[in-house]
C-alpha cells in the first residue's frame, strides 16, 4: 500500500499532463474549463490522503518499537559498494508528513478549481501539482538519502515550474528561475553532506546509518558530525528559506495564489525541518552544529518579521510570516525539541494554508487587487471569507486555545528551558512573535474593517493573458463597489475545513499530555532539559508571550484604525520604514556582491576565450578540413584514363613492396 500514496498523484500528472496539456486551446479560442482537470486531480491527491490514513491506523496497532512498514520496490542503483534500493517506509515521523501533504494538498486542489476556473491551461496546471505532491511524498517516505534527495530536487523543479507558470511575464519568469537558483546553491551543500556520510559510515539507508552512528559515534570526531550537519543545513537554508538563502521565497509569490498555499504549507518549505528531524542523530552529537541552527532560525524569524512590517502586498506579508514560522522551527530543532518543530509544521500548514487561500479569496474577489492599502471594508462584501481568516490571523498571533498558540508557547518554552537554549533565544523568539501578532494584525484591520478604499467604477488591474481571470470573465463589472464578491462555494468549503484544523489543531499537543510527543518518540528523541530551571518558569514565559501578542494586536488595530495617524507614524519614521519597505536591501546586495559580478566575469570569458580561443579551435578543424579538402580535389579529374594510371602506379608500388619483401 506504501507505494499507492505517491503513485495516485504521479497517475493524475500523467493523465492530465499528456491528455489535456496536449489537447490545448489554440489561441484565441475560450479557455478550456478547470472542472475536468481539477476532479482528476483532486480524485488522485484524495486517494493518496485515504491509504495515508488506513497505514496511520495500521501504525497505531502495531507495538511501540515497531511501529513501521517498508515496501522494497526494485533495486535502484549499483555502484561500486554503494547499493540503493528503491524502498519505502512509514512510521510515526513520516506519517505525519504524508498526512499533512496529502490531506492539505487535497484542499488546495479542490480549491484550485475555482481559483484557476478561467485559466487557459488547467491540465498543465494540475499536472504540476499533483508533480509537486509526488515529489514531496517521495522525499518524506524515501527509506534513504538518495530517494530523499529524488524528491528533494523534485520539489525544487516543480517549484520553478509553479512559480513561473505565468511565464510570459517577465517578472514571473524570473522570479521562477531565482527560486531554482537559489536552491541550486544550497543543494551543493546537500550533496557534499550526503557524500560526507558515505565516506564515513559507509551507508545512506536511514535505519542502518543509525544503527552504524550508535555504534561508530564514540570513534567519530565531533568536528565530522559538525561538518555533515552543517552541509546539510545548507541544503535547508535553501529549502527552507533560512537566511542567507530565504531571498526566493517572498519572490515566489509570483505563482497562482494555490501555488504559494502548496509550498508554504504543504510541500517544499518543511523538507527541511523533515530532514534535520529524520537524521537528529547526526545533529545531536555535535553542539556547533545544534546552535548554529537554532542561532539561524531564531534570526531568520526575527529579520523576516520586521521586513513583514512594511510590505502593502496581501501575499508578500505572508511569505515573510512563513520565512519567520520556519525560522521557528529551525529554532526548535537547533535546541533539541525537534518534536516541537514537528508540531509547529502541522499547526502552521494549517493557518498558513488558510491564510494563503483566504488571502487567494480576497484577490478572487477583487478582481486582482492585492495592495491592502486599497482594500477595507470586505467584511460586508466577503462575509465567509473574513470569518475563517479571523481564525487563521487569531491562530498565528498565538490566542490561547487554537493551534499556533499551542505550537510557539512550546517552542519559546524549549528555546529558554532546553539544555541547548538561552534567553537570548527566547528573547529573539519572543519578540518575533509580538511583531507576528502586529503585522497580522495589520494585514487583518487593513483588509476587512473600515471604509473600502477601493473605487466603485472598477479596479480591475491589466494583467493580460497571463492570469486566470479578469472582471469581464466574471461577470462582475461595475457594480457595487468594483463588484467585490464572495468566492465560490468551491473555493469557501476548503477554507472551512482548515479554519476547524487551524482552532483545532493544537490540540494534539497540549503540554505534558502531548499525544504528538508520545507518538514520535520511536524516532525523536526526548528533549531534555536545563536542570537550573524552575519549571514553574514555564508559565511565566507563557502569560509574557500572550501579553505580548495582544499588545502587538492591541497597538496594530489602534494604529491601522486611523490612517492618517498611521501615514503620520510612517513619515516620523521615514528612513527606517524605507529601508523596511525595500527589504533591507539585501537583494540589491546580492545583486552587486554576485550578481553583476559573475555576469561581467561571464561576458569576459565569453568575448576573450570563448570568441577568441574555443570558436577559433574548433573553427581551425572546420578550415584545415576545408583546405585539405580543396588541395585533394584535384585528384578527382573526371578522366578515366588519369584514374587507370593512379590505380597502375598504385599496383605497381604494391607490387615492388611485396617483392622487396619476399626478397
Known sequence: MIALIPLFPLVGFLINGVWYAAAQAPEGRKAAGSTAPGVIASIAIFSSFVVSLLLFIQLQGLPEEARFIEQNLFSWMKVGDLSVDMSLRVDVLSTLFTLVITGVGTLI????????????????????????CFAMLMLVLGSSLPILFLGWEGVGLCSYLLIGYWYEDEEKAKAGKKAFIVNRVGDLGFLLGMFLIYTTFKTLDFSALKVAVEAMGPSVPEATFTAIALLLFVGCMGKSAQIPLYVWLPDAMAGPTPVSALIHAATMVTSGIYMVSRLNFIYTPSHTAMQFMAVVGALTAFFAATIAFAQRDIKKVLAYSTVSQLGYMFLACGVGAFGAGVFHVITHAFFKAL?????????HGMHEEQDI????????????????????????????GLSGFFSKDEILWMAFASEHGSPVLWALGAGTAVMTAFYMTRLYRLTFYGEPRFKSEGHSKAHGKDHHHDAADHGHG????????????????????????????????????????????????????????????????????????????????????????????????????????????????????????IQKISEFLWKSFDVKVIDQFVLGFGRVSA????????????STQVYAFMLLVGLVITLGYIIYGLA
Request: proline content about 6%; aromatic content about 12%.
Open 627 to 638: 583546405w585539405t579538402g580543396q588541395r585533394a580535389r584535384v585528384l578527382q579529374t573526371g
Open 478 to 597: 461595475h457594480g457595487h463597489h468594483g463588484g467585490v464578491h464572495e468566492s465560490p462555494a468551491v473555493m469557501v468549503v476548503p477554507l472551512q475545513v482548515l479554519a476547524v484544523l487551524s482552532a483545532l489543531g493544537g490540540l494534539i499537543g497540549i503540554p505534558h499530555a502531548s499525544w504528538l510527543e508520545h507518538w514520535l518518540e520511536p524516532v525523536l528523541p526526548h528533549h531534555a532539559l536545563n536542570a537550573s530551571v524552575n519549571p514553574s518558569m514555564e508559565w511565566v514565559l507563557m502569560g509574557l508571550s500572550v501579553a505580548g501578542g495582544v499588545f502587538g494586536m492591541v497597538l496594530a488595530w489602534k494604529i491601522y484604525s486611523d490612517l492618517k495617524y498611521a501615514e503620520s507614524l510612517k513619515a516620523k519614521w521615514a528612513p527606517l520604514h524605507k529601508v523596511l519597505e525595500n527589504k533591507w536591501y539585501v537583494d540589491e546586495i546580492y545583486e552587486a556582491v554576485f550578481i553583476r559580478p
Open 109 to 132: 486542489h479542490v480549491y484550485s478549481i475555482g481559483y484557476m476556473s478561467h485559466d487557459a491551461t488547467p491540465g498543465k496546471f494540475f499536472a504540476y501539482l499533483n508533480l509537486f
Open 373 to 400: 492599502f486599497k482594500m477595507g471594508g470586505l467584511k460586508k462584501y466577503m462575509p465567509k471569507t473574513w470569518l475563517v481568516f479571523a481564525i487563521a490571523w487569531l491562530a498565528i498571533c498565538g490566542v490561547p
Open 355 to 363: 491564510l494563503f487561500l483566504g488571502a487567494g479569496s480576497v484577490i
